[in-house]
């Protein structure tokens, strides 16, 4: 994408790419000059590289998963206000893994080297389950800008069996006596698609948490049942969970979800060019219709005056959007009528009219690549900045002066990249009174193109692709691509319309919510059809990037640095709290062997280069005061705190629900996979499971049924993963029925009695009661720690008391914890006196075993910090199985979904790369998707499909 400096007339130049334009020169009280516009533009420009956005782009090698299997990726982090280029601001990004419930399941920390990254994620049993995922993925600059720049993808990961049931649903709302009625029809199939015969069900609705309904229902000889109810309230979205209720064993549970769509909510919205209507200005106006369930809906209408006269009609032509043309009079109100899907006419009403204001029209001028503006006003003078700008750099830059209240003219594209262009009409206090966002495409992807070796492929054939890659030109092209092959018979591929790095880096990631089918705007256009819906868009969606007001502002700190890469910061200070100027650092590690010395400056601040955090790293660091010792130290390291995004309020819809036949098939290929325990090595061998159940022992644990025997053992390993969590966080997440409770308790000494059991004294003389505490199921818990009970130590006067002590201890400090819940391991800790009120049988006995060994009273060493970061997670190797003529055994099933990935794909001078794998047991079709980008910020995305015989 290179810029091209203009110089024509008598245009002068202002910085590399900037156009600077006076369009006319008349005299006027508010006079704008050249050094005025030097400033505006130098100020863009100092505003563009103090936030230096970053963009990123993911390719993934497949749109849907199952647990157990493997989500291959790969990052391309791009310099947005550098073309595109790869960003050389960060050197590490964070990607997580989010549920519906907006509680992140996994996160990793990604190595960046130019702009490229990749890696993959194991979607285990043990952390994931059935249901909607959110990926997103930042670096820590972009926190800067919220949520703004962060990548996100949808994911449903399903977990299915052979004993699913299958379900299609048919739904409709009507209104009976002014009540809403759900009409609902489902249909029950086993997995081979035969119908659930005869099934007793029970049925609950919910609006959220609230249930609605619940009836008892039993399916038809064809696997339906009918459900009719009334909604009490509107709603948006229900759930419908049905379980069955027959025979032992039969306890099959779907979800359903359903989505209400009244066709007299649809929302439509109206939006001027420019921004405003002003009276006797001609004006174009964009609109869009979204209905109830958050899609476009498609509508047609006419607008009327105040006098019922309709002054314009409008069709939508994609997606819910459209334009018509009108000119605004004066004083008039202008409204809408649309007819809805239910015959329901409903009226919407436009912007208000102004009587006073600017337009700005700007339309591409066919057959050419130039730009026609057309800037007016109404009751309007004076000078007027006008600027064009492409990821932030300022391509564009003109002094307008209003004569006879209109200015027209034309300006080349060649001055801007390909991509979205924003031109802004501000006044000379630099007040924006107009914008428009027009899409510019030079048409300078890159070019790929793969060739196979034959025609069509037969059941574990060798694959060979010929790969070209191509700029714009013809050029032969240095840059780096991924490459992904799936069976089309199980990953559906939707369609070119789906979003990828061309359409995410170009058109989506720039703009405000949701873009669907994004891809739609980037197929070839003969008729310019699409180019026109392309620009309707723009017209309709809003920018999420910065304002006007944020460029002119006073420059600001940041609040989340650049990471180039992974140092440990942190600040030593003495018992005031105030920094101790250099002061030692040592940094330890036994694995591997790592010394490193750093010194604090005059704030107390230190950093530790040269680190790379791998596998699970531990390392201890100690500070020392000018005279060489810890006393009176404090050294703190800067933890990661991960960023709070808001939940997606997006809920995935089961896979078993409404279920096309490529969903089908790779859910049935899960299976085979899964029975086959994923050990399948492309020799016709399944190798047998060997499960290594090796006991956890914990050292120096004081456990009187031995280190390990307990119900729940949690050692070191787990520990290390668990970083700085409390006791409080660990017994929650790792054991099953902990919660807060309350118990019952007997008056007198007896009662007394049964509370110090437990550790918890009270002053009271024993009056009964209840009193609050930290159960496993029904069951009251009693810590010990390195073999000594709590109580021993800390008087536990309150329950809060025993939660500060969870809360104020960490992972960090301890080497194994063994819970002892069932009778088989709680026998041991009867005490002789134990009281007959209460039986210690009873109770759970939680045993901590800490590093120093001194029970409950740990002791903490000044001036040091054990540090356990978030290690580097490094790309595994994808499995390609190889086959020859003495190992094709087709004893066991080769039903992988995703055939090939590599992240790493890398043209040689002449842009060209060879791949080859082998295909497996399926017959039918591949799809194959190149995505990648040069060094030049030019991009590229090409697919294909290749054939199987499958013989």
Not at 268 to 292: D, N, Y
Not at 698 to 705: G, T, W
Not at 825 to 838: R, S, V
Request: include cysteine; glycine fraction near 8%.
């Amino acid at each position: 994408m290179n810029i091209k400096t203009l110089l024509y007339g008598t245009l002068n130049i202002f910085g590399p790419g900037l156009v600077f334009l006076l369009l006319f020169s008349t005299a006027s009280a508010q006079v704008i000059t050249k050094p005025d516009m030097v400033k505006l533009t130098a100020a863009a420009d100092l505003f563009r590289n103090q936030t230096a956005v970053e963009k990123l782009y993911f390719q993934f090698d497949k749109p849907h998963y199952a647990v157990g299997d493997t989500i291959w990726f790969k990052a391309y982090l791009l310099n947005a206000a550098a073309y595109l280029t790869p960003s050389v601001k960060s050197g590490i990004l964070y990607a997580e893994l989010v549920n519906d419930s907006n509680k992140v399941v996994q996160r990793m920390m990604l190595p960046v080297a130019h702009g490229l990254s990749w890696g993959n994620i194991g979607l285990d049993a043990k952390t994931i389950t059935e249901g909607g995922y959110t990926f997103r993925a930042y670096t820590n600059w972009m926190r800067n800008f919220g949520e703004v720049y962060v990548f996100k993808q949808r994911f449903y990961i399903a977990n299915p069996s052979a004993n699913n049931w299958l379900v299609n649903n048919r739904f409709s709302l009507n209104k009976e006596n002014g009540i809403e009625k759900v009409k609902l029809k489902l249909q029950f199939n086993r997995f081979n698609q035969e119908p659930a015969i005869l099934k007793d069900l029970e049925l609950n609705v919910f609006d959220g948490t609230k249930k609605w309904y619940k009836s008892k229902a039993q399916t038809k000889l064809d696997g339906t049942i009918d459900v009719d109810f009334a909604l009490k309230t509107p709603s948006k979205k229900l759930t419908i969970i049905v379980h069955e209720t027959g025979n032992a064993g039969d306890n099959h549970t779907v979800i359903v979800p359903i989505n209400i769509n009244r066709p007299e909510n649809t929302d439509l919205q109206f939006m001027p060019e420019g921004g405003a209507l002003i009276t006797g200005l001609p004006a174009r106006v964009s609109f869009k219709a979204i209905g109830e369930d958050g899609k476009p809906v498609d509508v047609e209408g006419a607008v009327y005056d105040s006098h019922q006269q309709q002054i314009a009609g409008f069709k939508s032509t994609h997606k819910g959007m459209g334009t018509f043309d009108m000119i605004p009079a004066a004083g008039e109100i202008y409204t809408a009528k649309v007819a809805l899907q239910n015959g329901i006419v409903k009226t919407y009403n436009l912007p208000a009219v102004q009587s006073v204001g600017t337009s700005l029209k700007i339309r591409q001028v066919e057959g050419s690549d130039s730009l026609s503006i057309t800037i007016a006003g109404a009751q309007a003078s004076g000078s007027y900045y006008l600027t064009g700008q492409a990821n932030g750099v300022v391509c564009y830059g003109a002094i307008v002066n209003l004569e006879n209240n209109s200015v027209k003219s034309k300006i080349p594209t060649s001055g801007f990249p390909t991509g979205i262009a924003r031109f802004t009409l501000l006044n000379a206090t630099r007040q924006p009174l107009n914008e428009r966002m027009v899409f510019i495409n030079h048409h300078d992807f890159l070019k790929i193109d793969v060739q196979p070796n034959k025609p069509a492929y037969a059941a574990r054939d060798s694959i060979s692709l010929q790969i070209n890659i191509i700029d714009s030109d013809g050029g032969p092209v240095s840059g780096s691509f991924s490459i992904a092959v799936t069976d089309d018979s199980q990953v559906k591929i939707d369609s070119i319309n789906t979003n990828n790095i061309i359409s995410n880096l170009l058109l989506t990631s720039d703009l405000k919510g949701n873009i669907e089918d994004p891809g739609y705007y980037f197929q070839q256009d003969a008729d310019g059809s699409i180019k026109q819906q392309l620009d309707n868009l723009l017209l309709t969606q809003g920018w999420i990037g910065y304002d006007w007001k944020d460029i002119l502002a006073p420059a600001r700190q940041r609040a989340f640095i650049a990471e180039k890469e992974f140092v440990i910061n942190g600040r030593v200070s003495n018992v005031f709290n105030k920094p101790v100027a250099n002061s030692h650092v040592l940094l330890f590690s036994k694995k591997p062997p790592l010394l490193i010395d750093s010194v604090t400056n005059n704030e107390g601040r230190f950093s530790i280069h040269n680190v790379i955090p791998l596998d699970t790293p531990i390392y201890m660091l100690q500070a020392r005061n000018r005279r060489g010792t810890s006393f009176n130290v404090d050294l703190k390291v800067d933890e990661f705190k991960p960023p709070l995004f808001a939940a997606t309020g997006e809920a995935a819809a089961p896979w078993y629900v409404n279920s096309d036949t490529s969903i089908m098939n790779y859910i049935k290929g899960s299976i085979v996979n899964k029975t086959a325990k994923d050990n399948y090595n492309g020799s016709g061998h399944i190798l047998k499971e060997v499960k290594v159940t090796a006991k956890k022992f914990i050292k120096d644990s004081q456990n009187l049924n031995g280190p390990g025997n307990a119900d729940v053992v949690i050692d070191e390993k787990d520990l290390e993963k668990a970083g700085k969590k409390t006791f409080l966080d660990l017994l929650k997440e790792r054991v099953e029925g902990f919660h807060e409770g309350f118990f019952l308790f007997l008056g007198g000494s007896r009662g007394k009695h049964d509370l110090m059991l437990f550790g918890f004294v009270t002053d009271g003389a024993g009056d009964s009661g209840r009193g609050n505490w930290y159960f496993i199921h029904d069951r009251p818990i009693k810590i010990i720690v390195d073999g000594v009970p709590l109580s021993k130590v800390y008087a536990l006067r309150e329950f809060r008391d025993l939660n500060t002590y969870l809360t104020t201890h960490s992972a960090e400090d301890v080497r194994g914890i063994e819970v002892n819940i069932t009778s088989k391991y709680t026998m041991k800790y009867i005490p002789m006196d134990a009281p007959a009120t209460l039986s210690m049988a009873d109770v759970a006995f939680v045993e901590i075993t800490t590093r120093a060994g001194s029970g409950p009273s740990m002791p903490y060493t000044p001036g040091t910090y054990l540090f356990k970061p978030m290690p580097f997670s490094l790309p595994k190797q994808f499995y390609e199985p190889k086959y020859t003529v003495k190992n094709k055994d087709t004893s066991a099933k080769d039903f992988r979904s995703t055939i090939y990935w590599r992240p790493n794909l890398v043209v040689d001078k002449q842009g060209k790369a060879t791949v080859s794998f082998f295909s497996s047991d399926k017959a039918g079709s591949y799809t194959i998707i190149i995505e990648g980008t040069d060094i030049n910020g030019n991009l590229g995305s090409y697919r294909r499909k290749i054939n199987l015989s499958g013989k």
